[in-house]
């Protein structure tokens, strides 16, 4: 059974940091394209950042570029969202999100429909 399991979210003050955490069990991702999505109360999931299977391409959205960075350690099935200078309009429940696993994948997906496995979530919430 795929199984992804987020941690690390929680109550921050604007302009602070937390790291999230996603490992995944249940086969291997190493070919997967990574990502980690966010969805408000009353808005779409929208990708905040994603990750090529072999690191070496990633996405960010304009909103989180130069405070966010994923990164991902295939020997632990894990990737990871570093979040700095946290501001309130980050509040939401982040999930992470894998992709089938495609080794000729160029760019990683930043859409919702080019992911297959999906977190149960984890709030973050950035008070002001």
């Known amino acids: 059974q795929v199984q992804l399991i987020e941690s690390g979210g929680g109550l921050v003050q604007a302009g602070g940091s937390l790291r999230l955490s996603c490992a995944a069990s249940?086969?291997?991702?190493?070919?997967?394209?990574m990502g980690w999505f966010r969805q408000a109360p009353g808005k779409e999931r929208e990708c905040v950042a994603a990750?090529?299977?072999?690191?070496?391409?990633?996405f960010y959205a304009d909103s989180v570029k130069g405070r966010f960075t994923i990164s991902r350690d295939n020997g632990r099935n894990t990737v990871y969202l570093q979040m700095n200078g946290l501001k309130p309009e980050d509040t939401a429940d982040y999930y992470c999100a894998a992709g089938l696993g495609n080794a000729r994948q160029a760019q990683p997906g930043t859409s919702v429909r080019e992911y297959a496995y999906w977190g149960q979530g984890t709030q973050v919430t950035v008070s002001s």
């Open positions: 249940g086969r291997t991702f190493t070919w997967s394209a």
């Open positions: 990750i090529l299977w072999s690191g070496s391409r990633t």
